[in-house]
């Protein structure tokens, strides 16, 4: 840290508590845009871009979850390939089991990424093998935090749901699924390729 912010940050002088806070954040930041990366994959290395998170869970918000969503049911279930009660089911669980998933402050207090915009990624990814950064443009947010929404998302679907849908089916189940198969009329098929059926 550079002597004129030590030197800032140690004066006694300033009684306002949060002043030397908001100079401290700004030292921090200072050091971090000066300091040379040393890699790819160094944070330091990276840069910031501006995407407008908050227009962008709006936008999300009132295309698919309103009262009077742009896009009905119907279309939700064919781009999310399940329905909107489901997505926030799953969605209502994994905030409660990984904080990862509830909007949050950060130490700017701008408001970070939603849970609807981080599970729309991770599923649109999932679904029909988007690309991470192909995202950005409606989801608002970056190829990296993307990545990062998928494993996270996976990996507390299988913590929490993989007890009860992740396992072979019992005998109970496989007899359900050839009862409804058969009344759809495809006696003997346990299920479907698109597993929508």
Request: with cysteine.
């Amino acid at each position: 840290m550079s002597k004129f912010f030590k030197r800032l940050l140690n004066d006694s002088s300033s009684s306002d508590e949060e002043e030397r806070n908001m100079w401290f954040a700004a030292a921090i930041e200072f050091e971090r845009q000066n300091s040379q990366g040393s890699g790819s994959g160094d944070r330091s290395s990276r840069q910031y871009r501006y995407r407008d998170r908050v227009s962008g869970h709006s936008r999300l918000l009132n295309d698919y979850f309103v009262e009077n969503p742009v896009y009905d049911e119907t279309l939700f279930r064919r781009r999310f390939r399940l329905s909107r009660p489901l997505f926030l089911r799953i969605l209502h669980t994994l905030q409660q089991h990984n904080d990862y998933f509830v909007q949050r402050r950060n130490a700017a207090n701008t408001v970070g990424l939603s849970g609807e915009q981080k599970m729309t990624a991770a599923l649109r990814m999932l679904a029909y093998g988007m690309s991470a950064d192909s995202l950005d443009e409606y989801v608002r947010i970056g190829e990296t935090t993307t990545i990062e929404c998928v494993k996270r998302f996976c990996q507390g679907v299988v913590e929490i749901f993989g007890p009860e849908y992740l396992r072979s089916p019992n005998a109970a189940d496989i007899s359900r699924l050839l009862q409804k198969a058969n009344q759809r009329g495809f006696p003997g098929m346990l299920g479907s390729l698109d597993c929508m059926h």
